[in-house]
Structure formats: C-alpha cells, structure tokens
C-alpha cells in the first residue's frame, strides 16, 4: 500500500499540483505534504487524505476509450483533454517520439511535447532522436 500512495503522490505532482494545492485539497498543511515525498512512513490517515486527494484532483479516464485509440480502433477526437493526455503518456513511456505520438493521438509534434511537459515526461527519451 505504501508505494501505491507514494505513486499516487508522484502523479499528482507530474499531473502539475504543488504541494500547497494538494495540502489544500488534503487538508494537512503544506510542510507536512513535502515531506510525504521522502522515505517517511505514512500514517492510515495520511493515505487516505492522499487517495482523497487523487481521486478529486486527476479526473476520470476511460482506459478502454485511451486503449481502442491506441490500438487504432476509435478516432482520437473522441478523448477528452484527459484521456488525451493519458494516451500521449502511456505513448511516451511506450518509448514513442513526439512526431510518433502526434500521429497516433492526431496533435502536433510540439502539442505532444507540451502535454509531455506538463506531465514531467518531456526528457525521459534523453539521447534518442526526436
């Protein structure tokens, strides 16, 4: 359960929420959120403020709708912002360039790489050609 949280907690910050905007949604006080990052063990309540915190902070996204469009079975304009934004992720950790990722989800090269950068994916293909 721990890593699990933890997870929750990185994608939080990847998805671009300070620790002030989950301490608001959490209801524990900004400090306290920072130091969740480290290799502190987290209490019953902690966890749950941080599972509340996902589950009100990262919208919904239909998997199989993210999956049918990966597969090419389904038109990319029918995913919502974050559903497209998931795409574009599993996309990117699947090892895919921009230019690839903008084909499959139908965006621009540079909308891939900003929807990579607000997710804190944009470098994770370092010294490999775009």
């Keep these: 359960m721990e890593g699990a949280t933890r997870y929750r907690l990185r994608e939080l910050t990847w998805a671009g929420y300070s620790p002030d905007q989950i301490a608001a949604v959490t209801g524990y006080p900004a400090g306290t959120v920072e130091g969740w990052y480290d290799h502190t063990r987290l209490t019953?309540?902690?966890?749950?403020?941080?599972?509340?915190?996902?589950?009100?902070?990262?919208?919904?996204?239909?998997?199989?709708?993210?999956?049918?469009?990966?597969?090419?079975?389904?038109?990319?304009?029918?995913?919502?912002?974050?559903?497209?934004?998931?795409?574009?992720?599993?996309?990117?950790?699947?090892?895919?360039?921009?230019?690839?990722?903008?084909a499959v989800v139908h965006v621009t090269p540079r909308t891939a790489a900003r929807i990579l950068g607000t997710?804190?994916?944009?470098?994770?293909?370092?010294?490999r050609a775009e």
Excluded: M, T
């Design 119 to 127: 997710l804190g994916l944009a470098g994770c293909l370092e010294g």
């Design 44 to 102: 019953r309540s902690e966890h749950r403020a941080i599972e509340r915190a996902y589950r009100r902070l990262i919208p919904d996204v239909d998997e199989v709708a993210v999956e049918r469009v990966l597969d090419g079975d389904l038109p990319p304009e029918r995913l919502n912002v974050a559903e497209r934004r998931e795409a574009v992720r599993q996309l990117r950790l699947g090892r895919r360039s921009h230019r690839q990722i903008a």
